[in-house]
């Protein structure tokens, strides 16, 4: 019942800007915690940042502070990431996770999501 479309992902030079957006249905006021993540060939997924529905705490990893954040439209139940001053380090596919149900953990756990989105391309050119 619970689904979360991706978009906005893309090519970008180094410096350049873009914004992703998760779309979420199904369910949505049992949302308890919504997340970007993102992976690169050979990595782990590695958390990105995080956003409580019912408190508004964000939080974001220190690898893009100072040029990620984290937000979302309540009235149109989407989230987003707004990624600014790119690097050739950023390039990853990008995933939108949400936590359905609360229970205590890690925001920055993938283990602890319930659905997550397709992913989409960032592809970030030096």
């Known amino acids: 019942q619970v689904q979360l479309v991706e978009s906005g992902g893309g090519s970008v030079q180094a410096g350049g800007s873009l914004r992703l957006s998760c779309a979420a249905s199904?369910?949505?006021?049992?949302?308890?915690?919504m997340a970007w993540f993102r992976q690169a060939p050979g990595k782990e997924r590695e958390g990105v940042g995080c956003?409580?529905?019912?408190?508004?705490?964000?939080y974001v990893a220190d690898s893009v502070k100072g040029r990620f954040t984290i937000s979302r439209d309540s009235a149109k139940n989407i989230l987003y990431l707004q990624m600014n001053s790119l690097k050739a380090e950023d390039t990853a596919m990008y995933y939108c996770?949400?936590?359905?149900?609360?229970?205590?953990?890690?925001?920055?756990?993938?283990?602890?999501?319930?659905?997550w989105g397709q992913g989409t391309q960032v592809t970030v050119s030096s």
């Open positions: 996770a949400a936590r359905v149900e609360g229970l205590p953990g890690s925001c920055t756990v993938p283990s602890w999501y319930n659905y």
């Open positions: 199904g369910g949505t006021s049992r949302y308890y915690y």
């Open positions: 956003l409580n529905i019912g408190t508004g705490f964000t």
